[in-house]
């Protein structure tokens, strides 16, 4: 058995492994000079980004935190028996902190590291956790969890579990979501297991109406993609140019979220120029609708076993615990 030098605890260790501002201009201008256009949604979740989705989460036409939370404190010793204890748990993409406020009381892992694109919201969330969890090593790494990364050397031979709530899977087409898996399987290693958060598909008119909220929150969380652009990369975009549209897609079995330009304009980024006509999209989102069966062979084909499922009264979402039995 390996030995380890005690974790430190008590104040979070930070590792800073964010995209260079370079891969998001590159990505910028890829996305803008093909046709559909779609800008990759990893880019939403600057400080506003991510604020502005913690927002989305307490909306009451958004059921999908409020119902996996449900499932959390439901089931959450469930969920804990299966992950097992004294483990190194890996979230990937640090979201709101209730979920894992209600794992971490649970499960009491040897250490904690969460993982997530946005740095300022991910730091602010790791300090406050050290200081309500003073018992667990929290290792933050800012870093794009969907490309290949390497865990902190300090936790190098430790069992580890990984948790990915909050249905983000569904943010890969079906394809990428199973190499994604398989990238989560690489990681976490033999022995290992996942929970994951998974929507499930349901009433059109429900997942409409998640993604186009009266108070127009998530219009706001789309348009502020734009506002990054033109912070960080010197665009000119003119958001009162853009407006919000999001709906449920049947055939593919996904909501889509596009920002729609409501004239002909053209827009400027790094000596490009990028000409819209009246309605031409921009395509943000792709968010992925699973039955059971459907994300369960999924899993299967990413090198997991499907060990146990949860749901609320209503099927309105899922919870799975996965395993790596090798």
């Not at 803008?32 to 400080?47: E, G, M, N, V």
């Not at 709101?96 to 250490?111: D, G």
């Not at 997530?116 to 309500?132: F, G």
């Not at 665009?235 to 729609?260: C, K, Q, S, W």
Request: hydrophobic share 40%.
């Amino acid at each position: 058995m390996s030995t380890h030098s005690p974790l430190q605890v008590g104040r979070p260790v930070l590792y800073d492994h964010h995209p260079a501002p370079a891969s998001f201009l590159e990505d910028v201008l890829r996305g803008l000079s093909i046709q559909p256009r779609a800008i990759p949604p990893k880019y939403f979740y600057d400080q506003a980004g991510s604020q502005l989705f913690e927002a989305i989460c307490e909306l009451p036409e958004y059921y999908l935190t409020r119902t996996e939370i449900g499932l959390f404190k439901r089931f959450g010793h469930e969920m804990a028996q299966c992950l097992g204890k004294g483990r190194v748990l890996v979230e990937f993409g640090s979201g709101s902190s209730t979920k894992i406020r209600l794992l971490l009381q649970a499960l009491q892992p040897a250490a904690y590291v969460p993982i997530d694109i946005s740095r300022e919201h991910l730091y602010q969330s790791a300090r406050t956790l050290a200081a309500d969890f003073p018992e667990v090593a929290i290792h933050a790494v800012c870093a794009d969890y969907s490309h290949p990364l390497e865990l902190p050397e300090s936790l190098a031979g430790m069992s580890r579990v990984g948790f990915f709530p909050g249905s983000s899977i569904g943010n890969f087409e079906p394809r990428e979501a199973e190499k994604f898996l398989a990238h989560m399987a690489t990681l976490l290693g033999v022995g290992s297991g996942l929970l994951i958060g998974v929507d499930l598909k349901k009433d059109s008119a429900i997942l409409e109406a998640a993604y186009n909220d009266r108070r127009e929150i998530t219009a706001a969380f789309n348009l502020n993609l734009l506002k990054r652009i033109n912070r960080e990369l010197d665009a000119d975009f003119n958001l009162a140019g853009f407006t919000h549209h999001a709906f449920y897609n049947r055939a593919p079995g996904r909501v889509e979220m596009h920002l729609i330009s409501r004239k002909e304009q053209t827009v400027h980024l790094d000596g490009q120029s990028f000409h819209f006509q009246d309605g031409g999209s921009i395509h943000t989102e792709n968010s992925y609708k699973y039955t059971i069966e459907e994300f369960q062979r999924l899993a299967h084909a990413a090198g997991f076993h499907s060990e146990r499922v949860w749901t609320d009264d209503d099927e309105l979402f899922s919870v799975h615990y996965l395993s790596l039995n090798g």
